[in-house]
Nanobody, 124 residues
């Protein structure tokens, strides 16, 4: 059974930094892509960043470009999200997702495996 486990969330002050980690296990296939999404209360799940496992291409958004950076350690089956210059509006549950088959890397529907989420709270 495939598992994605996030860690690294917590409470941080405005302007601070956090690094989220997501480790996958229980699979024999290679990922097509892994990504980070977030969801704040009362809002839809929002795409943040993705990395294609074979090409190493990365995708971001205008919201996160320059503040958030995705990276990964293939040997550890781990993907990271380094977040800096955090703002209160970045407070949300952050989810890691993995796609085992090709699709649009920025679309939640592409991802067939999800972690349980980790809470990030940015205090003002």
């Amino acid at each position: 059974q495939v598992h994605l486990v996030e860690s690294g969330g917590g409470l941080v002050e405005t302007g601070g930094s956090l690094r989220l980690s997501c480790t996958s296990s229980g699979h024999t296939f290679s990922w097509y892509a892994m990504a980070w999404f977030r969801q704040a209360p009362g809002k839809e799940r929002e795409f943040l960043s993705a990395t294609l496992w074979n090409s190493r291409s990365t995708f971001g958004t205008s919201t996160t470009n320059g503040r958030f950076a995705i990276s990964r350690d293939n040997a550890k089956n781990t993907v990271y999200l380094q977040m800096s210059s955090l703002k209160p509006e970045d407070s949300a549950i952050y989810y890691c997702a993995g796609a085992s088959v090709p699709g649009m890397a920025t679309a939640a529907a592409t991802y067939n495996y999800w972690g349980q989420g980790t809470q990030v709270t940015v205090s003002s």
